[in-house]
């Protein structure tokens, strides 16, 4: 899919507060710092479109991103930041659960994981969380840059065992790096696919 322009939209504290839901929405989710917005800038091919940063929590509301004028990124605030508040509902923000629940619009959503960790016990709780909800969504393991092929592969693998076991259907996954734009095509070819548009 040819990214013909990308502009943000709007920033919503909660689901009551997103814009109108007149075109399809996918979404990005994952622990803190895991990588989220250099994922949206590098799909969308600008530097700065989400704000990036190294301190942990910085996407704390959910940000729209129209992309081809007709459909929508959407940057969820992390989950697993401490100074968050906890939630009966899981240790992640409730905007993002009721967006994710409630949202009419969402065709799909990434969970994106740290290709370098073991499983993390937080990631493993949202997941369930998520298809315990049938919520359709795919893995995309981020970093990859910093380490071997070699190890992102034993990690995905580490994962798909502890975490992975049970969940029908098995969730596609992707490698991405910011750095090296790994896994933007096909990232942007499995987004083609939902939105049913021409890659
Ligand atoms: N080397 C490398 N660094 C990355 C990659 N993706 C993100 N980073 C770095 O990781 C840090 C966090 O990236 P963000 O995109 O801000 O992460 P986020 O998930 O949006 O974080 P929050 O908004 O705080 O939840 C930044 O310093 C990025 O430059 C990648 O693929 N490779
Ligand atoms: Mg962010």
Known sequence: MKIKSATFTVSALNLKSCPAAIMPEVAFIGRSNV??????????????LAR????????QLINFFTINGNWRLVDLPGYGYAHISQTKRADFNEAVADYLEGRENLRHTFVLIDSRLPPQDIDREFISWLAGRGVPFALVFT?????????TQASIARFQQVVLTGLHPAPTIFVCSAKTKAGRKEILACIAGILGRRT
Do not use: F, H, M, Y
């Open 52 to 59: 990036v940063s190294d301190l942990p929590g910085k996407t």
């Open 35 to 48: 990588g989220k917005s250099s994922l949206i800038n590098l799909l969308a091919e600008q530097r700065n």
């Open 143 to 151: 970093k990859a840059d910093k380490q071997s092929a070699t190890q």
